[in-house]
Antibody, heavy 122, light 111 residues
Framework: EVRLLESGGGLVQPGGSLRLSCSAS????????MSWVRQAPGKGLEWVAG??????????YTAGSVMGRFAVSRDDSKNTLYLQMNSLRVEDTALYYC?????????????WGQGTLVTVSS | QSVLTQPPSVSVAPGQRVTISCTGG?????????VHWYQQFPGTAPKLLIF???NRPSGVPARFSGSKSGTSASLAITGLQAEDEADYYC???????????FGGGTKLTVL
């Protein structure tokens, strides 16, 4: 059974930083692309960032709304996905989901974690 | 403003059939990129419902089906049940934006 456990969320002031982690189990982590998807309170889904498998170049992809501020990375030896979030803004407030992709490249969100809440407020 | 347009809400009686549309453009659905659908109940994480336009993951009932034509895609649900009441999202890729894009979501109410 695929399990994705996010951590690292919390309350942060505008301009601050947070690093989210996602611990994965139940599948061969290194064999799949991974992504972060967020959902602001009462709003729809927004894809934030994704990373391909290391064997396919490990390319990273980031939404325009967070480009230059957020960075996705993975540590296959620890079965863990990360999202480094800098220069946080009020509009980054959301539930952040860790997502296992169906293939080696970012394409289909196959399995979802339960999310970790990030609140940006002064 | 989502790149993929969905109706905000639909309401249908139990037992009936409903279709939820997802309209894109020439840089996403119209460019040949696959469309995927997700189901989300309040307070829970989304779940993959349809992938690669028409495929159902194991465990998803055959009442759910997907289709794609031109710059649009649709999710159809037949024999509607009360437990189908949820939010539904379409997703694809946009080559102009170079990102994965989601539709704004459709709230399905079973009357």
């Amino acid at each position: 059974e695929v399990r994705l456990l996010e951590s690292g969320g919390g309350l942060v002031q505008p301009g601050g930083s947070l690093r989210l982690s996602c611990s994965a189990s139940g599948f061969i982590f290194s064999g799949y692309a991974m992504s972060w998807v967020r959902q602001a309170p009462g709003k729809g889904l927004e894809w934030v960032a994704g990373i391909s498998v290391s064997g396919s170049g490990g390319g990273t992809y980031t939404a325009g709304s967070v480009m230059g501020r957020f960075a996705v990375s993975r540590d296959d030896s620890k079965n863990t996905l990360y999202l480094q979030m800098n220069s946080l803004r009020v509009e980054d407030t959301a539930l952040y989901y860790c997502v296992k992709e169906k293939y080696v490249a970012v394409s289909v969100c196959d399995s979802w974690g339960q999310g970790t809440l990030v609140t940006v407020s002064s | 403003q989502s790149v993929l347009t969905q109706p905000p809400s639909v309401s249908v009686a139990p037992g009936q059939r409903v279709t939820i549309s997802c309209t894109g453009g020439s840089s996403n659905i119209g460019a040949g990129y696959n469309v995927h659908w997700y189901q989300q109940f309040p307070g829970t994480a989304p779940k993959l419902l349809i992938f690669d336009n028409t495929n159902r993951p194991s465990g998803v009932p055959a009442r759910f089906s997907g289709s794609k034509s031109g710059t649009s895609a649709s999710l159809a649900i037949t024999g509607l049940q009360a437990e189908d009441e949820a939010d539904y999202y379409c997703q694809s890729y946009d080559s102009s934006l170079s990102v994965v894009v989601f539709g704004g979501g459709t709230k399905l109410t079973v009357l």
